[in-house]
């Protein structure tokens, strides 16, 4: 992957100039078009791949949103505070703290706009918090499909007539004398290379965790684990913000998630642990406390030697059929049941015995008889009772959480802390609200808040 940074002369010419340019076609780059659209600019969005949506489309497409017109609809009291208060409890090192009150405060705006702007068929979820939330505030397409909601967003993109070029990828950002940045090109084998002049350029192209290399440096402890996201994620925004003295912040961030399905490759959904399931290593143990959350819990499971299994029984099975990746999941035969611990561990030969000693050990300390051997104080539904399944799980790395540092509008700043003219960055080629480093301080939404949040700020900035 070639990038680079060039300077140009005020009269260079261009094959194409717009007002605002904006790099990568998921959520944030779609999300940051409409808005800037909206706001009167005219706007190109230029993406790597065939096909627009990267790992947006791979997403549940949950949003957090606090105090939502839906959440008072619903009878849920929420405020922005409570929600910096989740955020912060478990992302406390962020080195941008700024950007996670002004995530938060915008939260409900978002979700709102989401809804009676972009015409997203979302809704919000009742029915659990997740991880890093105290209160029921995520708002996700009824599939529970990131697809669904960049489908709704190509659609707005599309009714505006805003132009996406596909197969186009930005290889180099330019600059003028004075360090603003005033276009990019593009270009690579097979395609044409054009040149675009563009009053702002946005950064859509989302995170580095299709890098191994890049990965290796900034996130080393998830290094061995799976990539799991979109092909396109491979840190050009990283890599153009080193050759621009640009800021890079909570580099160290990341997603994991715990339980992907193997062979499959589809996420187990987290609702099957949360509300009582548990995770066993080959030896059919526990091994740690799962109420860290699909996130930080990753690495737990990748630091086992050995296959892991979530068991869980067949009323968080129920609970998790509303689901339709879980329901396919099902289909494909992901899952296997069995009426005692002693069968469900003959499908994947782990010591019978051990695995139902796990398993009632476990209900002690549901049941509140016991103190659990690993800590968790979160039992959902358990103890576990009647019918059990069972599912072979892997741990990912979904996205990096680490970028260039903005400011309030989304602009990129430099190593001092000064703007770059005519440069702003969301979603993953941003910095993020999950900490500084780690998965621990990963809430869920943080990465579509960031996306479509920072996208929604930046395009009515840069339409300015
Ligand atoms: C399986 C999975 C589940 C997830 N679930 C959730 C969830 O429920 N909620 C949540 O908040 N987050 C979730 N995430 C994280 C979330 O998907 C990302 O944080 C979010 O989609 C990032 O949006 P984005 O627009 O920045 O990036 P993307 O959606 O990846 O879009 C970036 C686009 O830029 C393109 N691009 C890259 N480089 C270039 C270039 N040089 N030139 C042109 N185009 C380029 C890419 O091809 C891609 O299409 C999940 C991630 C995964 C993998």
């Not at 993406?47 to 606090?66: F, H, I, M, Q, W």
């Not at 959440?71 to 208060?85: F, K």
């Amino acid at each position: 992957m070639h990038t680079s940074v060039e300077t140009v002369g005020a009269s260079t010419s261009w094959d194409l100039e717009v007002d605002v340019l904006i790099i990568g076609a998921g959520a944030c780059g779609m999300a940051a078009a409409i808005a800037a659209h909206d706001a009167g600019a005219q706007v190109a969005i230029v993406e790597k791949l065939d096909r627009p949506g990267g790992n947006s489309s791979l997403s549940t497409g949950s949003v957090p949103g606090a105090n939502s017109r839906f959440q008072r609809e619903a009878g849920i009291v929420d405020s922005v505070e409570t929600m910096i208060a989740d955020l912060q409890r478990i992302g406390a090192d962020s080195e941008l703290p700024a950007l996670t009150h002004r995530m938060a405060a915008i939260s409900a705006e978002l979700c709102e706009w989401l809804v009676d702007h972009v015409g997203a068929r979302m809704a919000l979820i009742t029915d659990y918090c997740h991880v890093g939330h105290t209160i029921p505030r995520l708002h996700a397409p009824v599939s529970r499909r990131g697809q669904d909601l960049v489908d709704d967003l190509l659609a707005a993109v599309a009714q505006r007539d805003i132009p996406l070029a596909t197969n186009n990828p930005v290889q180099t950002l330019y600059r003028n004398a004075e360090g603003a940045v005033v276009g990019a090109g593009v270009g690579g084998s097979g395609v044409e290379s054009s040149r675009i002049g563009a009053r702002n350029v946005i950064l859509a192209s989302n995170g580095f965790a299709g890098n191994r290399e890049l990965v290796a440096r900034y996130c080393d402890e998830i290094a061995g684990a799976e990539y799991f996201g979109a092909l396109g994620s491979q840190g050009e925004a990283v890599l153009w913000a080193e050759q621009l003295n640009a800021r890079l912040a909570n580099m160290r961030a990341y997603q994991g998630y715990a339980a992907v399905a193997y062979p499959h490759g589809s996420l187990l959904s987290w609702t099957t642990i949360e509300k009582g399931g548990v995770l066993v290593n080959a030896s059919g143990q526990r091994f740690g406390n799962e109420d860290l959350g699909y996130s930080a819990y990753a690495r737990h499971v990748l630091a086992q030697d050995t296959n892991v299994y979530a068991v869980f029984d067949e009323r968080i099975k129920d609970l998790a059929s509303k689901e339709d990746e879980f329901r396919e999941l099902i289909n494909y035969g992901g899952l296997k049941h069995a009426d005692s611990a002693e069968e469900l561990a003959t499908f994947f030969k782990l010591p019978p015995e051990s695995l139902a000693q796990s398993i009632a050990q476990f209900n002690e300390a549901a049941a509140g008889r016991a103190t659990d051997a690993h800590g968790r104080s979160r039992f959902g539904m358990a103890p576990l009772t009647g019918r059990l399944w069972i599912c072979r799980v892997t741990p990912g790395l979904f996205h990096t959480q680490g970028g260039l540092a903005v400011d309030h509008d989304g602009r990129v700043l430099d190593l001092h802390g000064a703007v770059i003219p005519g440069l702003f960055a969301g979603g993953g080629a941003a910095a993020g609200i999950s900490g500084g480093a780690g998965a621990g301080g990963y809430a869920s939404g943080n990465g579509l808040l960031t996306a479509i949040g920072l996208g929604y700020i930046a395009g009515r900035a840069a339409a300015v």
